[in-house]
């Protein structure tokens, strides 16, 4: 059983390579007779032989017929028409789900972690897709920070005793990104991302908006927008 995956409302301005495409499917009567748990997702190139890395969401419930996920296509192309066949989601109860997470975000990543997962659940709760060994401890989580994102579910934190504690990231030459979105851009010194061992680096806000990233004695401001 599948169903095809298609290039829906919008094409890329050019074409892109090894793309970790997120997708999702709501509450498909077919899926939902067929699984009753994650176990037979796989997930191909549009040949429908091919298989591509995957990875699903655990916010993914698909006995309601409903999965979000990451899978990476060797090519989206800008030349495409929309509608075009872009790969396969199978589905067949009778087979065991082979996920690769590190195989859709090994573009030289050392971390990427959706904190997707309810930070009030038993510690360590948020887990790295490249490794799955970098993982995530919530301080003080509980389950009304498990709250909706702009993809799937994110964390809430209330800006004075939350924060999610890493395992051991080593950190070379590196770029950090991260999407938040926040609720009080008037209290200065809030850090969103750092390193609680020497305070340094870290990126944060200062009042009025202002982004600001800090490492070895260098300050860097950016206009948030």
């Given at each position: 059983?599948?169903?095809?995956?298609?290039?829906?409302?919008?094409?890329?301005?050019?074409?892109?390579?090894?793309?970790?495409?997120?997708?999702?499917?709501?509450?498909?009567?077919?899926?939902?007779?067929?699984?009753?748990?994650?176990?037979?997702?796989?997930v191909t190139e549009a040949d429908g032989t091919t298989l591509a890395p995957f990875g699903l969401y655990p916010t993914s419930v698909p006995a309601d017929?409903?999965?979000?996920?990451?899978?990476?296509?060797?090519?989206?192309?800008?030349?495409?028409?929309?509608?075009?066949?872009?790969?396969?989601?199978?589905?067949?109860?009778?087979?065991?789900?082979?996920?690769?997470?590190?195989?859709?975000?090994?573009?030289?990543?050392?971390?990427?972690?959706?904190?997707?997962?309810?930070?009030?659940?038993?510690?360590?709760?948020?887990?790295?897709?490249?490794?799955?060994?970098?993982?995530?401890?919530?301080?003080?989580?509980?389950?009304?920070?498990?709250?909706?994102?702009?993809?799937?579910?994110?964390?809430?934190?209330?800006?004075?005793?939350?924060?999610?504690?890493?395992?051991?990231?080593?950190?070379?030459?590196?770029?950090?990104?991260?999407?938040?979105?926040?609720?009080?851009?008037?209290?200065?010194?809030?850090?969103?991302?750092?390193?609680?061992?020497?305070?340094?680096?870290?990126?944060?806000?200062?009042?009025?908006?202002?982004?600001?990233?800090?490492?070895?004695?260098?300050?860097?401001?950016?206009?948030?927008?």
């Open positions: 059983k599948r169903k095809a995956i298609r290039y829906h409302t919008m094409l890329p301005a050019s074409s892109l390579t090894d793309f970790p495409k997120l997708f999702s499917v709501v509450a498909d009567t077919n899926i939902a007779a067929e699984l009753s748990s994650l176990n037979g997702v796989a017929g409903t999965l979000l996920m990451r899978a990476k296509f060797p090519t989206l192309l800008s030349s495409a028409a929309l509608h075009d066949v872009l790969g396969y989601l199978y589905y067949d109860s009778t087979q065991t789900t082979s996920e690769d997470k590190a195989g859709v975000v090994d573009n030289g990543y050392v971390l990427f972690m959706p904190l997707e997962e309810d930070p009030s659940g038993g510690a360590p709760q948020m887990y790295d897709w490249v490794t799955e060994s970098n993982v995530g401890t919530s301080t003080n989580g509980d389950s009304a920070d498990h709250v909706a994102g702009q993809v799937g579910f994110g964390v809430g934190f209330n800006g004075t005793d939350e924060d999610i504690t890493l395992s051991n990231v080593t950190l070379g030459d590196h770029t950090i990104s991260l999407w938040f979105n926040g609720s009080d851009f008037d209290t200065a010194n809030r850090v969103l991302v750092g390193n609680s061992g020497d305070a340094q680096p870290f990126i944060g806000l200062l009042t009025g908006a202002t982004v600001i990233y800090y490492r070895s004695n260098a300050l860097t401001l950016a206009a948030f927008v």
